[in-house]
């Protein structure tokens, strides 16, 4: 059995479920900004509130895996994206601080949301340019890493990082649109019609730039392109599926928020499928980086009894906070 292939699969997983659960919070946070009215913006929250602070988990499980399974390649990315890296955590936990302060704050609930938002925007942006290095390729020096802190603000980084963003926010307006009230849900289905085109467009950009300076990635491409050519064909029908539903007063609630998880999802497959079987892009496969076969077992044991445990908790935090977000919020 291959187990460096298997906690490989697990980690992609884990980044994916994050990706999906703590991608929509993150852009309803960020969307903060374009709403000046604080009682839409009470509401945006509301929507959020109950399910926005268990999503980390999967970030700290992916964390993890890479740590224990791929020790080699931990050594690397870590120095590598240190920056971002520290940027994200921070800006997380301002959302969580800011997220009780505004709570129980009338006067300067205002500020808080800022904050809030501020902390949502970072968050995305730094998830952005940890991708963007991913692309453009590591920098390495035998076991460690032989570039600059600094090359994740590179040009095409920050654009990575803008893209992110974009997909998150059209995650947060699918999630809008299923939850809020009319006033909330008036707001998302404004922003659902140029969101997810904006995102495609993005994205569409960062993958001609990046296979125009990454040979090892088209390479790569040419080795998955019916699997890469059906994301591709998924991705970019969600799209324009979103912004049609958006303008249809019969359309499913549901449509909108599916096909923005859709569309993500296909991206995270195309992400996975380009890199692999590299876990420090085009500088060091998995099985290269990989530890020892007993600490993958031991990890993928761990996964075995936590993923199901995390699973069922989501699901049933999502199933007693099903419906509409209540007018009174759900506190």
Not at 256 to 284: D, K, T
Request: proline share 4%; aromatic share 12%; net charge neutral.
């Amino acid at each position: 059995m291959d187990l460096p292939l298997l906690s490989a699969l697990f980690l992609w997983f884990a980044l994916t479920m994050y990706v999906l659960l703590d991608g929509f919070d993150l852009g309803v946070g960020a969307l903060l900004l374009a709403q000046r009215d604080q009682r839409v913006r009470d509401r945006m929250v509301d929507a959020i509130a109950p399910t926005w602070d268990g999503n980390e988990t999967w970030l700290i499980m992916a964390a993890l895996t890479l740590l224990a399974g791929f020790p080699r390649a931990y050594g690397i990315l870590i120095p590598a994206f240190y920056i971002p890296v520290v940027l994200m955590l921070l800006s997380l936990g301002l959302r969580g601080v800011s997220f009780e302060f505004r709570h129980n704050s009338v006067t300067s609930r205002r500020r808080w949301d800022i904050v809030f938002a501020g902390g949502s925007l970072v968050a995305a942006l730094a998830q952005g340019l940890v991708v963007g290095g991913l692309l453009h390729g590591v920098d390495t020096d035998l076991d460690s890493f032989g570039g600059s802190p600094l090359d994740t603000f590179r040009p095409f980084c920050l654009l990575t990082g803008l893209a992110v963003v974009a997909g998150y926010a059209t995650l947060g307006v699918g999630w809008l649109h299923l939850k809020g009230d009319d006033a909330t849900r008036a707001f998302a289905r404004r922003h659902q019609r140029w969101l997810p085109l904006l995102f495609l467009g993005l994205a569409i950009i960062t993958g001609l730039i990046a296979a125009s300076m990454q040979p090892n990635l088209t390479a790569s491409w040419r080795n998955h392109r019916i699997a890469l050519s059906l994301c591709l064909l998924a991705f970019t029908a969600c799209a324009p599926g979103i912004a049609w539903s958006a303008g249809r007063d019969d359309a499913d609630d549901r449509i909108g928020f599916g096909l923005a998880l859709a569309m993500m999802l296909s991206g995270m497959l195309a992400l996975g499928l380009s890199f692999f079987p590299n876990v420090v892009p085009f500088r060091l496969t998995l099985w290269q980086a990989a530890s020892g076969a007993s600490t993958h077992e031991f990890l993928l044991i761990g996964a075995l009894v936590t993923t199901p445990v995390v699973l069922t908790y989501s699901a049933f935090a999502y199933r007693v906070f099903r419906g509409r977000t209540p007018a009174e919020g759900w506190y």
